[in-house]
Structures are given as structure tokens and as C-alpha cells.
């Protein structure tokens, strides 16, 4: 069996799928992205294409070192985003090709369902009792929202007590049986942690992720961890086992890679794996597309210190689109009180509806990052 051929779709909301075509008539599916980027990720996807047309396929870990390694320039958002949609996509063909889910050509399942969470509040977070109430109603389990809008940084009393406020709320329709995870986007400066984490503390979060920026030395990471109880997570932005280092170094508890930017389901295992030796979780990235998800699900049925998984289903970013258009069927991607079930289906355990994709791209998108500014006209971190 040969790689024929490779595709690209730029599809709305803001999402870059992958074909890679045999000639033995079996196809796999990728999602190599980076939100605000993705002209210039298929761009590095169709420059990739020439180290692995007229390839076997079956030899993934293969393609993957030379994706990853074969350039004298390496890493970085980009490239890492491309290599992992080739990598989702030649899973997909090894499990069709051998008749199994991808979870089962890793090592068999460790679990019969997965845990997942939904997103509240937006990127400025508002309205979060309703919108936690109308996702438990759905059976989640667990939600996650925004800790804050933009942050100077050193905030005032009433910012502070307002972020606190917002985690409040959410605690009082969750309960203490259900889970809260904040999310700071990088948006905090780490003398801000300092002083929101151990005021966090009385809401118990699952975790707080991107309390900082990740580029963030890692001793500044070790005083957040230090600061208090709660679980700090980090990874979104971070693209290969070698960036999470330092992070584990410092003691955060939750790694959070993402199928389509960190090197796949390939570079996902081999992180999972390292975490082990930290006593750290997995709990992957995805506010992304079906493709991606069916990616991270099947690594988090094989993974043993897997935690939860993000997904992105009625998510502020999907105006007018959700994943779930480009299915065949979305039941594989539907949830059950708050879990996903096994997939027993070849491959990634989805079925994409070609002709709908082939149909949004002829649209396409050019989604961009918000740009934010603080008051005084001064670059904010969204």
C-alpha cells in the first residue's frame, strides 16, 4: 500500500482537515490546525506532503521522525500542527486497514468510557449560572469557563473578588458533586497567580490552566504550584514531550496536549507516558473539530493516567457550525451524562461526510484571534 495522494480543507468555524489517499483505496482523516493560523499550517501541510506521497502508510512512527525531525528546522506551532494531522490521519488508515479502533492498535482499552467536559461563560465570561445550569440539564459532569477577561498586571481588589465571584457562582449550581476548571488563557501575570490561586482554593477546582503564559520559566511555574492546593494545568501551547519538561519539572498536575498541535497521537502517548513519572495527568486539548477529537479519545481509552477531555460542542468559537456537521453519523461523538463511550469502529471510529466537507471549503474561513487592548490602548493577552 502507497500514499496517492494528500488534500486540504479549510472548513468553518476555523478548522483545517486532512485526506491522505492510497492506492490500496483506503483513506485517513487529520486535523493539522492552529486557530488564526490555518492557511499557513496547510501551507506547511502540502510542503510535508513530498517526504510521504508514494510511502507505506502503515509505517507511522517512521513518518513521524522524519515529519518531525527531517527539516534542519524543527518544532514550533506550526510545523508540529502539520505533522500531527499526518500522524491522526495514518492511524486512521492503520485501523481500517487492520479492521480495529486506533485505542486497540495502542495497547487495548484501560476503560470503558471517558469523562468529558463542556464549556461555559465565553471568552469574557458572563451569564455563568444560566449557562452552567443549561450544561448540567445536558448531564455533564463537569464544565469548564474563563477565570477573567483581560488582567493588568497587578489587578485591582474588585477584579480579584470578581473572578472569585464568577467561580462562586459555578460552584453553587455545581455542587460538590460535579467539577469546575478555570481557565486563565495566559492571561494573568504570575504575581496575579500568586494572589487569585490561594483565593480559588474554596471552590476546589478540578484545575486552573494557563495561570500564566507558557513560556513562563519554569521556577515562576514551581512558586505557583507552591502558592496553594490547587491543581495547576498547563499545555495547550506547548508541542512536543521535550516543552513539557519543565512544567512537570516545576510540578503542575495536569498536561494538557492537543491531538493537532503536539506532534498527534503519536507525541500525545509518549507525554501521557512521561506524566506518569510525575504522577501527573492527562487531560488533552480540543477545542477543536471532530477529527481532532476522535484523535484524543482514542488515546485517552488507551492512556492510564488520563483525567478528562475538553471537547468543543455548542463552544462560543462554533457560530453557525458544529463538529458534528461533518459526520455521517455523530453518535461515536455524542455523550451519555457527561461520558463518551468506547468506539468500537476502525480507525479514529468516524466516518467524515466528505461531500459536506468538500462543500464548507469551497467557503472556507478566515477566522482570526481576537486582538484585545487594555484601557490605556496597550496590547491585552486574549
Known amino acids: 500500500m502507497k500514499i496517492t495522494g494528500v488534500e486540504t480543507f479549510l472548513v468553518a468555524p476555523r478548522w483545517l482537515f486532512l485526506k491522505i489517499s492510497t492506492d490500496d483505496g483506503i483513506c485517513g482523516w487529520g486535523e493539522p490546525v492552529v486557530e488564526g493560523r490555518a492557511e499557513t499550517v496547510r501551507a506547511a501541510v502540502h510542503e510535508l506532503a513530498d517526504l510521504v506521497i508514494g510511502q507505506d502508510p502503515l509505517r507511522i512512527e517512521d513518518h513521524w521522525q522524519v515529519l518531525r525531525r527531517g527539516g534542519f528546522y524543527r518544532g514550533g506551532p506550526v510545523l508540529s500542527s502539520a505533522a500531527a494531522g499526518f500522524d491522526q490521519a495514518l492511524w486512521d488508515i492503520a485501523g481500517k486497514y487492520r479492521g480495529a479502533p486506533v485505542h486497540e492498535l495502542l495497547g487495548g482499552p484501560v476503560r470503558e468510557r471517558v469523562r468529558v ?64 476548571a478555570i481557565d ?42 507552591a502558592c496553594s492546593s490547587v491543581p495547576i494545568a498547563t499545555g495547550e501551547r506547548l508541542y512536543s514531550r521535550w516543552d513539557f519538561k519543565s512544567v ?106 466528505e461531500a459536506q466537507v468538500r462543500q464548507a471549503a469551497e467557503t472556507g474561513h478566515r477566522w482570526r484571534s481576537p486582538v484585545w487592548r487594555h484601557p490605556d490602548g496597550s496590547f491585552a493577552e486574549w
Open 117 to 180: 467536559y463542556s464549556w461555559v461563560g465565553g471568552d469574557r465570561p458572563t451569564g455563568i449560572a444560566e449557562a452552567v445550569a443549561a450544561q448540567v440539564d445536558q448531564g455533564f459532569t463537569a464544565i469548564k469557563m474563563n477565570g477573567c477577561g483581560p488582567l493588568d498586571a497587578i489587578a485591582t481588589p474588585a477584579e480579584a473578588a470578581a473572578v472569585l465571584e464568577r467561580a462562586q457562582e459555578a460552584r453553587a449550581v455545581l455542587g460538590p458533586h460535579r467539577d469546575l
Open 248 to 353: 512537570l519539572d516545576a510540578g503542575i498536575a495536569v498536561m494538557q496536549p492537543d491531538p493537532s498541535h503536539a506532534g498527534g497521537i503519536s507525541e500525545l502517548r509518549r507525554i501521557a507516558a512521561l506524566g506518569e513519572i510525575y504522577g501527573a495527568s492527562l487531560a488533552p486539548h480540543c477545542p477543536l473539530g471532530p477529527i481532532s477529537l476522535a484523535a484524543a479519545l482514542q488515546v485517552a481509552f488507551a492512556t492510564p493516567n488520563f483525567l478528562i477531555q475538553e471537547q468543543s460542542l455548542r463552544m462560543h468559537y462554533n457560530i453557525g457550525t458544529e463538529y458534528t456537521d461533518y459526520l455521517v453519523d455523530p453518535t461515536p461523538l455524542t455523550f451519555t451524562d457527561g461520558y463518551a463511550t468506547r468506539p468500537e469502529a476502525p480507525g479514529l471510529g468516524i466516518e467524515i461526510d
Open 184 to 225: 486563565f488563557h495566559g492571561r494573568v501575570s504570575p504575581a496575579m497567580a500568586r494572589r487569585l490561586l490561594p483565593m480559588l482554593e474554596e471552590v476546589q477546582p478540578l484545575f486552573v490552566e494557563e495561570p500564566v503564559l507558557p513560556e513562563t520559566q519554569g521556577d515562576v511555574w514551581a512558586s505557583l504550584v
